[in-house]
């Protein structure tokens, strides 16, 4: 009897760290990466973040309004952008683990212009992967938020 | 004590489960479901903003066929909503469609909204969630009746 009711401490014990681990890793993530490039316009937070994107081995995909191909040219906003762009050989590798990384793909940071500069802002890879349950993934995911940081950082700089 | 530590699996398994994305899938061809999600899309008053062909793009770099193509589809009113209830869900718009094609079938699936709605416990900007949810479900709906 004393054997099965230490056993059962046990597992009890083993639930409560698993739950809370799984949890601090949720709380740990946030949702959205942010950065601020103060004192500047849209063009040169784009021109910021081309370099900084191509110093960290990845290509530039493309940048459009938030609202591009829903209104007419002339009226797109031009003070919210999305710049898109991908390391292909990151993308094969995610998409090889798991055809769900197409939710993170391509990268993406969206720009918003304020009166004091531009705001960037991404969706955490690794928040998203959490709730995915592949911890490969979320291994690749990771390295790949490590990557945006990178480069959030640098384009500030 | 097998039966306690399977009950405790299960509390665990139910502790640590998420919801998965919206999905809905059927026999055609990539090409036929981009033009069917495309009049989906439509029915829904969205649009097709862009193709994003990363299977062709990774072919064209040597890389393996992952037969996976993306979709992004918004409206006006979507983004207007967003901006105005929290520039944060501007990071969903356009909304993606996952395009995955298996052994002939096409699955089509949505981005996953249940992390979303937990950041939004409350206001205009889980209500709006829960409309592009709501609208992403119906337009899937119709992607498969078609």
Redesign the interface.
């Known amino acids: 009897m004393t054997h099965?009711i230490r056993?059962?401490f046990f597992?009890?014990a083993?639930?409560w760290l698993?739950?809370a681990s799984?949890r601090a890793a949720a709380e740990a993530e946030p949702?959205?990466l942010t950065a601020t490039i103060p004192g500047v316009g849209m063009e040169q937070a784009v021109a910021a973040l081309d370099r900084a994107v191509v110093s960290h081995n990845y290509t530039f995909v493309r940048q459009?309004a938030?609202?591009?191909?829903?209104?007419p040219y002339a009226q797109e906003?031009r003070s919210?952008r999305i710049y898109y762009f991908?390391n292909?050989?990151k993308?094969?590798r995610a998409?090889?683990i798991d055809?769900?990384a197409?939710?993170m793909?391509?990268c993406?940071i969206?720009l918003?212009e304020t009166p004091s500069g531009v705001d960037l802002?991404?969706?955490n890879p690794a928040?998203?992967s959490?709730?995915?349950?592949n911890p490969l993934l979320h291994a690749e995911c990771l390295e790949l938020k490590a990557d945006y940081l990178a480069i959030l950082e640098e384009a500030t700089l | 004590?097998k039966r306690?530590?399977m009950l405790?699996a299960l509390?665990?398994l139910a502790?640590?489960a998420?919801a998965e994305?919206l999905t809905a899938a059927k026999s055609v061809s990539m090409r036929q479901a981009v033009d069917d999600i495309t009049l989906a899309a439509a029915n829904h008053d969205m649009?097709l903003?862009?193709v994003?062909p990363?299977d062709s793009?990774?072919v064209k770099?040597g890389?393996?066929d992952?037969h996976?193509r993306?979709l992004f589809i918004?409206?006006?009113t979507a983004?207007r909503w967003a901006?105005a209830a929290d520039?944060?869900l501007?990071?969903l718009?356009p909304l993606?469609l996952?395009l995955?094609q298996r052994d002939g079938r096409v699955t089509a699936?949505t981005?996953?909204f249940?992390?979303?709605l937990r950041?939004f416990p409350q206001g205009e900007a889980r209500l709006l969630l829960k409309a592009w949810q709501a609208e992403l479900k119906a337009m899937l709906d119709d992607f498969v009746g078609q």
């Open positions: 099965y056993q059962l597992l009890l083993l639930f698993a739950l799984a949702m959205i459009q938030i609202d591009s191909r829903l209104v906003v919210v991908c292909f050989a993308m094969d998409l090889r055809p769900r197409a939710q793909l391509p993406r969206t918003i802002m991404a969706v928040w998203v959490l709730g995915m349950g | 004590m306690v530590a405790l509390l665990l502790a640590s998420r994305p649009v903003v862009k994003q990363i793009a990774l770099r890389f393996e992952p996976v993306i918004a409206s006006e983004v901006e520039p944060r501007l990071n718009l993606r996952t995955i699936m981005d996953d249940e992390p979303w950041e």
